[in-house]
């Protein structure tokens, strides 16, 4: 198995690429480990690993986050990790539930904005995940109010140096150009 890895704009995230589907459907997130021994043998094996503090599942790609270690002493382990665990067969999730689908609970914008948030979660979708999931991270829908449209920033997009610029120049200009409605993009 050849696992590449690749950079991200975020320093203190690095993004495997297995050859393989990890995610079919949806996205996972895994912040602490804990969260990722309820959900995830992959996650759980990865944060065996001192130094991480963040894990992100994509439809064919995994990226990590690390806290201080340097990446040529974590960069051996979190491959061995992965390769073990498709090698064993194991499914990457404990069940099914923990998708990008439940993300959706929670969501806030006023009735009669109906239109604008479907146009918004259109465009975000089609124009801005794809470019986003390239860099190892996500952005989804959280709630639109007042002209602000708030989005959670995943993977490798959370806490990632270039993340404003990429909040206030690209998304929300975008957003902007196709819903006037849009004033403000902001990251929650």
Same mark, same amino acid.
């Given at each position: ?12 995230t690095l993004k495997f690429l297995p050859g393989? /589907?990890?995610? #079919?459907?949806?996205?996972? *997130?895994?912040? %602490? =480990? +804990? ?6 043998? @992959? ?58 689908? /439940?993300?959706? #609970?929670?969501?806030?914008? *006023?009735?009669? %904005? =109906? +239109? ?6 259109? @465009? ?44 206030k120049h690209g998304v929300q200009n975008l ?10 993009? #902001?990251?929650?």
């Amino acid at each position: 198995m050849f696992i590449q890895t690749e950079s991200t704009p975020n320093p203190a995230t690095l993004k495997f690429l297995p050859g393989k /589907v990890v995610l #079919e459907t949806g996205t996972a *997130e895994f912040r %602490d =480990e +804990t969260e990722a021994r309820a959900s995830s043998s @992959l996650a759980a094996r990865i944060f065996d690993i001192p130094g991480v503090t963040g894990v992100y599942f994509g439809y064919d790609f995994i990226t990590v986050t690390k806290a201080d270690a340097e990446w040529q002493h974590l960069k051996p382990a979190i491959l061995g990790s992965i390769m073990e665990h498709f090698m064993s067969g194991q499914p990457i999730m404990a069940g099914q539930g923990r998708a990008e689908e /439940v993300d959706q #609970e929670g969501e806030f914008f *006023e009735k009669g %904005d =109906e +239109t604008i948030v479907a146009t918004i979660k259109e @465009l975000l979708e089609t124009r801005v995940r794809p470019a986003v999931a390239q860099d190892g991270g996500d952005i989804t829908f959280k709630g639109f109010r007042d002209g602000t449209v708030f989005l959670n920033m995943k993977g490798a997009c959370s806490g990632c140096p270039s993340s404003t610029a990429t909040l206030k120049h690209g998304v929300q200009n975008l957003l902007h150009h196709f819903v006037p409605e849009v004033q403000a993009v #902001e990251a929650v």
